[in-house]
């Protein structure tokens, strides 16, 4: 697996010689499970269907946390190289949600944490 490198914010970068930075294998599926899991539904243009429902789950008014997380957990799922998602957990504290996921992926173990 191969993907290009995305710094803390979010942005592609350059290596030190200069090209696009990239990441492979497991480097590269916690880069791709981060975008999946960031992606809000709605939010691309072509297939507005694929995302989180963050509005819906999260930050609606009532809150349901069981829903959000297995809309994240369906949609690591269905990404090439995924095995499963071994383990989901979350905490809330002072209204700040807060997860960690561990994924089983064709290049070895990644944690997500979010």
Do not use: H, W
Not at 52 to 65: A, D, Q, R, V
């Amino acid at each position: 697996m191969k993907t290009i490198s995305l710094n803390k914010n979010n942005d592609f970068y350059l290596d030190d010689a200069g090209n696009l930075a990239l990441s492979l294998d497991t480097d590269a599926m916690s880069e791709i499970s981060k975008n999946i899991v960031l992606t809000n539904k709605g939010e691309l243009e072509f297939d507005t269907l694929s995302g989180i429902p963050y509005s819906e789950t999260i930050f609606s008014e009532n809150s349901n946390l069981d829903i959000f997380q297995s809309e994240i957990i369906q949609a690591l799922e269905k990404l090439d190289g995924v095995q499963r998602v071994s383990s989901f957990s979350y905490k809330v504290v002072d209204k700040v949600y807060s997860y960690s996921v561990m994924l089983i992926t064709d290049y070895g173990t990644v944690v997500l944490n979010g």
